[in-house]
């Protein structure tokens, strides 16, 4: 707690601490103002601003830690003083005082940063208990509760927010449906071909949808919690309702202190973002300009930096209104929805284009002179947006033919417009108010990569949206400077990793000397040996060890473990599944006390065992060995492991054997060579309780078999797996897996991830689903047969190599001298176990 | 005044393997010696010792060229130490110990400075 404010300073006291209230501290606190100003942030909800647009995630496994936004420390450091669950309950304007239940606070400056609330029908029975909204955590984590011991769950409200409920409770094992009172999903944003559309592919998801229902009471069910009754007699029953019928801007303070509101709510503000009271301003969703309330970030964030400027007097800061296009992905469908999207604009025609069979549908709405677009609207494929978006915002004159922007590829459509074709005002990330001029004065003042230009401008770090489109900018501005944006391996070869895969396999080569005589030059470097070792490894796998191999591999990979910081190794046997018997798990600790390894349970379920010495490693191995462990390929580019939940066998929620299915899965892939690790993981049902869904590739039960998902990854930049195909058998699963890691094995970048390998590539989870699902590229054949060859061909490198005298060769740790141990392995010990002593120099 | 030396004999040709390195203990502690068959001369021998972390891990690092310099990259952080030189690529200002290495018969000999207690026997 601050002891007293330094007297010479004002007051700056921010009602909301969400996430534009956020972003304003974060933009005021840097800039000169900020020394002027002693800063008071009150907070109703107990947790620090969080990500709202990602709430959903918390339901995934984000905790509010993953979702924040900034920390207690950071408010410390800037000095501002913070309180929390501490809601403002009056604003005295005359005395320029704010009151809460703890205390009264004078002010100089007010900002009102409060946000919405979401707007619940007046419906007889609406408050009991069963019914929720969907705004906060305190929300999710009531509805999750709820949901324990429910089976069906209805959201009221076939809008964005509302399919987003829906598709939480679904992740929740729920059976959801979906109850709209307009005649289509998403009337704001969508037309009734494209509402329809997306009902179809909702449903074909397994969310009911009920459109033109106007709901007159809930009452308690008969077979269910609840009973909704609708007007025109029927009924519905349910465990429970999420309402996510709109929001209302939370404007309670404001009115009762009577600053001007609009008719609908809102708090009205000039451009400036100031209200009818000069000292009292708004931004965000609570804010009201120029009649018209925006319910999206983006524009919130705009206020927040146009407000800070002001209050540092700068006299051309002025927000403008915003774009409210938006584009997501709901329930895995993608929607897309630009400007003027329902053709209100006088004399606007539409241009239309639908396949039923695939379920795209694309419309474009050009003014009168065909020269310019006004909206757009996209249904199940969002590949046109950024094109689309741009000839929008920036008035670019359309192309002769405009109808081939929305026509697929094949029929002679115009590919996307380049990022050259864009005017320097053109604007690339809504989130941070990012230009394409922004980027090139940054290209100019000495970034020479896109890492460099999200530094400086901090563009694509916020939605992340924008992602790819940045990355074009960048890469052909870069170009047009004529930095060679090189996609070259390394000085030794000029073929990125994909095209040296089909040159080894093409002209059949089989050693790196081989191919760099071929195709390459110099003697090859730590960057493309270990390439080609992987690739020649999945091409013929021969043993990582054999003579010609021996060179290419990383340290882990030529001693089959991992190297730690004192040179010593960590030995981690494969347990599929993390399935052990109690035999084997005495023999892993008969072994570590034997050469006083320190154990550790890593968190794929296995033991890891550290502190080896490079020539113990043979003789632990063959111990290992000979009590039925293989080796784990903890040290390599290859399938780490495959984590399970205990599944149908124990557990009472189980409905599929997730530890059998981990088990198969574990002994087909092991041993695979690959651009990069892959992990994996299989959960017995909905619950998800192995993490599946953070995996490369993650498996979930249903009730008619297997859901899998693709892509995923924790770790330093975490990613949520996409659903890529439903209730598959188990054929059908291992089938798909096969012909996907395969795939990426074939077409990824070195040292790529699947996750950052699916945002690159180009069509992205549709084109992957045509080539896998649909085999668009007629290769689905080949590749099965790729992998079933690898599989025949698999061996344990540790077997092979503890038998063979000449590779055990290779494990001495100083070749002249068997007897002399390490001096730099100096060791201690902590909490009962071995540890190296950390140098004090 | 120049520190007294001997050519130390530590592996055979046996022990070594090609395009790679081999660690070898010495009476100036421990070295490591590879061998790249398409080079001449083809036998490099430095410090084993990684500076960046103090472990004695070089001879397990990958071995290649940069720029026509023959080099090793460290195992642990992986910086570039040229083999000739012993410079690091990355920081000049780290380096780590070359010897002198030659091949007699089939015994690799490296020059190493006499420990003390050995310069008095000879
Ligand atoms: C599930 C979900 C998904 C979304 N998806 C997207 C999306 O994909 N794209 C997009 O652009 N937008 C999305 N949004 C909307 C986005 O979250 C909002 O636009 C944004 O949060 C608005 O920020 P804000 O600061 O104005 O309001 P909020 O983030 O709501 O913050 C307002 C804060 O003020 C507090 N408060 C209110 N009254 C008081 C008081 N009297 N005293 C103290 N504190 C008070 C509230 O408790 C709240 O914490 C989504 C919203 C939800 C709920
Ligand atoms: S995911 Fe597995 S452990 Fe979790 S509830 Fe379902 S079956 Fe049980
Ligand atoms: S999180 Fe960091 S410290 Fe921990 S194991 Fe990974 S790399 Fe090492
Ligand atoms: S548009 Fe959201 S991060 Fe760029």
New binding site residues.
Partial sequence: MREEYTMSKQTLIV?????????FLEQFSQSPAAEAYQVIV????KQL?YD?????EYFSGSSHADLAMGTADWYAEQGIDLHLN????AIDRDNRVVT?PKGAYPYDQLVL????YPFVPPIAGNDQSGCFV???LDDLDAIQASAKGAKTGVVVGGG??GL??ANALKSLGLQASVVEFAPRLMPVQLDDQGGALLRQKIEDLGVQVHTEKATTAIAPGENARLRMKFSDESFLETDLIVFSAGIRP?D??ARACGLEVGERGGIVINNQCTTSDPHIHA????ALWNNFV?????P?YTMARTLSAALNNDTSAAFTGADMS?K?KLLGVDVGSIGDAHAKTPGARNIRFHDEQIGHYRRMVVSQDGKTLLGAILVGDNSHYDTLLQYALNGIELPKNPEALILPESEGGAPALGADALPDTASICSCHNVTKGDICCAIDAGCSDLGGVKAETKASTG?GGCTALLKKVVDSELEKRGVEVCTDLCEHFSYTRQELFHLVKVNGIRTFRGLLEQHGQGDGCDICKPTVGSILATCWNEHILATDHVPLQDTNDTFMANMQKNGTYSIVPRIPGGEITPDKLIVLGEVAKEYDLYTKITGGQRVDLFGATLSQLPEIWEKLIAAGFETGHAYGKSLRTVKSCVGSTWCRYGVQDSVGMAITLEDRYKGLRAPHKVKMAVSGCTRECAEAQSKDFGVIATEKGWNLYVCGNGGMRPRHADLFATDLSDEELIRTIDRVVMFYVRTADRLQRTSVWMENLEGGLEYLKQVVLEDSLGIGEELEQHMADLVGTYQCEWKTAVEDPEKRKRFREFVNAPEQTDPVQQWTSERGQRRPVLESA | MKARTCWEAVCTVDDLVADSGIAVWTEDGPVAVFYLPRRLPALFAISHTDPFSGSNVLARGITGDINGEPVVASPLYKQHFSLRTGVCLEDDSARVKVYPVLLDGDQIRLEVPLAQAASVAA
């Fill in positions: 009602i909301g601490n969400g996430m534009v209230g956020h972003h009150f907070g109703e909800e601003a709202r647009v990602h709430l959903s501490e809601p403002v309950t809460t940063a409060t946000g919405s969907y705004r906060t964005l927010l987003e409920a939370q309670t303070l931004i965000g969703e609570c925006f319910g999206l970030v983006a919130g938006t997501l939605c």
